[in-house]
């Protein structure tokens, strides 16, 4: 019975889709050549204009899922922004913002990217142009909104990416503020590798009867990634231990992950003394230091890179094939977060 599955999975193809010619072409562009299972099931419902809740696991095309759906339904005609997706970061907005673009580039389809960090007077400048898909972070779009620089009467769509953590302690409240500016039939579509219950609970708020689209929590595994444990005996020989794996393993590109930012930078010093082509990543630094090491990364000039839990969701860097947790994290959700940053969909 599976194999029968996997085989009209692999018949599967965007063809079949009913997404419009323009967005096919960007589709086909842009490099992906049949739909994942979360893009076949989730863009149909997407286009039909109900709410969503869809659950797949970190690299099966969660952001193509969303992208494909949410162009699908713009209205070029109409210049008036149609489409908000929320994102947690700064990094992930600009990924998202990027590969969205490049789904559009056969359409006349405007853009905005609305995050922290950046310039306000810039970020008002660009909305004054009315973009019909705007991509950005909680705070600056409330603050967007509420500033009256941000005109939502039209919006057809709202999507929400990495759901569980935008509807965790540290963002509710500006979800629940950006809710409030919504229209009360635009489409809600959340979209995240995990949904605690309690979340599914709270969804009952702001959605209209959606259809699920949910993983079981054991398929929550990534078939694409060999994972192996290390047993350290005594902390403080973690160091060399990471230093033997760089050594004896050939690594084109690695994310190590730490919990805290103080060990975060104890390890880089020791890594750059080392000779290491090492960078690091965390919540402290400014936009444009965060943008430019992440280039260097994505570039290959930077090979190892160190980070908090800023980086893992939703990061896609084609050519890492490893993930190192110096630390476990605290909550097992954001292990999968974590080692999802590599074997991303379809890849070992």
């Not at 919006?155 to 935008?166: G, N, Q, R, Y």
């Not at 930078?265 to 960078?279: A, C, M, R, S, T």
Request: some cysteine; hydrophobic content about 35%.
């Amino acid at each position: 019975m599976a194999e029968e599955k996997e085989l009209e999975l692999s018949e599967l193809s965007f063809d079949q889709l009913n997404i419009k010619e323009t967005i096919l072409r960007g589709v086909y562009g842009y490099g992906f050549e049949k739909p994942s299972v979360i893009q076949h099931k989730a863009i149909p419902v997407l286009m039909s204009g109900k709410d969503v809740i869809a659950q797949a696991q970190s690299g099966t095309g969660k952001t193509g899922a969303f992208s494909i759906g949410s162009l699908s339904n713009v209205d070029e005609t109409l210049k008036e922004t149609q489409v908000i997706v929320l994102c947690p970061t700064r990094e992930l907005a600009d990924q998202t913002f990027q590969v969205m673009k490049e789904l559009s580039s056969y359409t006349e389809i405007s853009f905005c990217k609305v995050v922290g960090g950046t310039r306000v007077n810039d970020c008002i400048s660009d909305l004054r142009k009315d973009p019909q898909v705007i991509v950005g972070t909680p705070g600056r779009i409330i603050d967007m909104i509420q500033k009256r620089h941000l005109y939502t009467d039209k919006l057809k769509m709202m999507v929400i990416d990495e759901a569980d953590e935008m509807l965790s302690q540290g963002f509710q409240e500006l979800i629940h503020g950006i809710f409030q500016c919504v229209p009360r039939d635009s489409q809600v579509c959340l979209f995240s590798a995990t949904f605690p219950d309690e979340l599914v609970e709270m969804t009952d708020k702001f959605m209209n009867s959606p259809e699920r689209i949910l993983v079981n929590k054991e398929q929550l595994t990534l078939e694409g990634i060999s994972q192996y444990f290390i047993n350290v005996k005594h902390n403080n020989w973690k160091y060399d231990v990471l230093t033997d794996i760089y050594n004896t393993i050939n690594i084109a590109q690695c994310i190590i992950y730490i919990n805290s930012k103080q060990r975060l930078n104890q390890i880089y010093q020791e890594l750059n003394k080392d000779n290491f082509p090492v960078g690091m990543i965390h919540g402290n630094l400014m936009t444009r230091e965060r943008e430019q090491i992440m280039e260097q990364f994505r570039q290959g000039e930077v090979r190892i890179l160190l980070s908090t839990d800023l980086l893992s969701r939703g990061i896609d860097i084609q050519q890492l094939s490893l993930v190192i947790n110096y630390d476990l994290p605290i909550q097992k959700e954001t292990y999968i977060h974590r080692i999802g940053r590599s074997g991303r969909y379809g890849r070992k």
